[in-house]
């Protein structure tokens, strides 16, 4: 990295901590909520699953319709599919994850594929997507892509509903479930057009950037043709902040959806790099934060660890731990550059979960890096809402890229 995009990076993470102490207070958006409680595994429980994995990624292993709670209210049929994809570990597991299918009768050619990344749930097979009814605001805007002629099929990530640990925030392993199940859908018999592109929120829009930089190359012999991706709420660089996490870092408490996603940074961390052993500097409370992180799902968390300091979970650096930073880059970091494709970056200005030097921050790489990016700015919206608000712009920018 060179030295003005050092400069660049450390001006709007100070100011992101700045921004994160304003908005320690701010209430949560209420169409971001997820479910909670039993899963409903439309009859393919594969939490246990001990058969056998196909050597290929993307290989379709089964498939259900799916329960018709589960549906999409713009939706016509749906399944939850399982198959084959690469974990953190580089070795192949499985995922699960849903199908949705457009109503009425498919065009010539089939229907164009967007491959949905979700945001933060939890990492706890009882928080698997696939396995809950939809938010009230992904309802609206799922069925908006289905109303526009898509279908979606939306990957609940490996190691959710899977055996293993979902590596939170891990954008490679994520990139391999977001591409790898848009090649078992093809597997399906049904009227699927090769075109298809990646819209992600959150969590997922990290995820998404990454599924999009390695798109060509994970789906490379499949057929598939990948036109361009959709991120709102990008938690990009945010590795700059967590390196630094220690007894006097971050200055001030956070709000509880930032404490919940410290927990599973650092949890999926632990398990996907366990040679760094970050808790031989974390404190008895910091290691009971990794444990609830690994178990607990994000509504549960975020409220149980409001008001929590987060230094008190540390009683050294993180930085003390010799290539700590290069790991913890390489596990987390959103790619700046390498992409082949179309990249529309949405950011809402209210947001306090993601705050607004994130997505700004990367969208100077990108274009200091001659990336095909667009940024569209929402300033009275807020991390959720501004998923919705995004349409008016993203609508035009993927029937752009899927014509």
Known sequence: MSRTTRTLVSVVTGLGMVL????????????????????????LDVTEYSGPIPAKAGTLIAKVPLADELNLPAAGDAYRIQYSSLNQ????????????????????????????AHGT????????????????????????????????????????????????LNGVTA??????????????????????????????????????RYATEFSRGSGLDYRGVVATGIPANLEYLYQNLGPVVPPVNLPGGLNAYTAY??????DTRPDMNITKVMTPKGIARLAEGRTTC??????????????????????????????????????YKGYDRPIF?????????????????????????????????????????????????????VARILR
């Open 121 to 168: 749930v939890g990492m706890n097979d009882d928080c698997t997507p696939s396995a809950f009814p939809r938010s009230e605001r992904d309802q609206k805007y799922l069925g908006h892509w289905l109303e526009q002629g898509y279908a979606v099929v939306a990957a609940d990530y490996v190691g959710l509903g899977t055996p293993g640990l979902m590596a939170y």
């Open 298 to 335: 994000y509504p549960i968390l975020k409220k149980s660890l409001a008001g929590d300091d987060v230094r008190t979970w540390f009683r050294a650096p993180l930085m003390s731990i010799p290539g700590l930073s290069p790991a913890l880059h390489k596990y987390m970091a959103t790619p």
């Open 265 to 270: 940074i650092l949890a999926g961390f632990n």
């Open 89 to 116: 570990h580089g070795k192949m597991a499985t995922g699960t994850g849903a199908v949705f299918l457009p109503k009425g009768k498919a065009p010539a050619g089939g229907w164009p594929i967007i491959s949905w």
């Open 175 to 212: 990139a391999h479930a977001i591409v790898d199940i848009v090649v078992a859908s093809h597997q399906m018999d049904l009227p699927f057009a090769k075109r298809w592109a990646i819209i992600g929120q959150s969590q997922g829009a990290a995820a998404a950037l990454n599924g999009a």
């Open 345 to 397: 970056l949405g950011q809402g200005l209210r947001d306090v979960d993601v705050p607004a030097p994130s997505a700004l921050s990367l969208y100077a790489q990108m274009k200091a890096n001659n990336q095909p990016v667009e940024l569209f700015v929402y300033p009275e919206d807020d991390h959720s809402s501004a998923v919705l608000a995004s349409m008016k712009d993203s609508t035009p920018f």
């Open 20 to 43: 994160l102490a304003l908005g320690s207070t701010a209430p949560a958006h209420a169409d971001d909520a997820v479910s909670v409680g039993i899963p409903n595994w439309s009859g």
